[in-house]
């Protein structure tokens, strides 16, 4: 079942976005909802990892598909089920990269987590901003500093943390509620 999909584009080089993006080691330095991350192999399918969410227990992953560059997925079991994230990445135009992060659940509990489906909606809408902001930190932009877009709102925004700066804009999706 589709729950969500949220996605971004920057202004920044397409292997610069995949690195920073695939690199689970350093992933709570960007994104709001992980604490600590580790993969325990290279990135590639059927390599296992663990990611402890701030204020949750942890919860191991598996990559499912890598197509180096464009597109990953990890699928995360929970009881009676799986959620799967699809995170894609293409350029777009003008020098921009846009970057889709799509989650789905399969299973018993596939209504039951649409009740967290708003909290991961912001964490991941938050968590591309500050990618956004990861990126340009490390010089990957090359325009200017003006924020615009569909960036979280002031009350939605984690203390510190604002929409991503330079040209970026965010929209999150949600797909209507389907009952079984």
């Given at each position: 079942m589709h729950l969500f999909e949220c996605e971004a584009t920057f202004e920044a080089e397409p292997a610069e976005v995949w690195k920073v993006w695939t690199d689970v080691e350093r992933w709570p330095e960007w994104d709001v909802s992980k604490e600590i991350a580790r993969l325990d192999g290279p990135?590639?399918?059927?390599?296992?990892?663990?990611?402890?969410?701030?204020?949750n227990l942890g919860g191991s992953f598996t990559i499912t598909?890598?197509?180096?560059?464009?597109?990953?997925?990890?699928?995360c079991p929970?009881?009676?089920?799986?959620?799967?994230?699809?995170?894609?990445?293409?350029?777009?135009a003008d020098g921009q990269v846009r970057v889709v992060k799509t989650v789905e659940v399969y299973g018993g509990f596939g209504s039951l987590l649409r009740?967290?489906?708003?909290?991961?909606?912001?964490?991941?809408?938050?968590?591309?901003?500050?990618?956004?902001?990861?990126?340009?930190?490390l010089g990957t932009r090359r325009h200017g500093h003006?924020?615009?877009?569909?960036?979280?709102?002031?009350?939605?925004?984690a203390p510190g943390r604002g929409v991503a700066?330079?040209?970026?804009?965010?929209?999150?999706?949600?797909?209507?509620?389907?009952?079984?």
């Open positions: 990135f590639q399918p059927g390599v296992c990892g663990w990611a402890k969410q701030r204020g598909a890598v197509d180096d560059g464009r597109r990953w997925v990890t699928e929970i009881p009676l089920g799986k959620v799967v994230f699809d995170h894609l990445l293409e350029p777009a009740l967290f489906a708003p909290k991961m909606r912001r964490d991941i809408t938050q968590s591309l901003a500050a990618l956004g902001r990861q990126l340009s930190a003006q924020a615009h877009g569909f960036g979280p709102s002031a009350a939605n925004r700066r330079g040209s970026a804009r965010f929209a999150c999706r949600v797909a209507p509620l389907a009952i079984a």
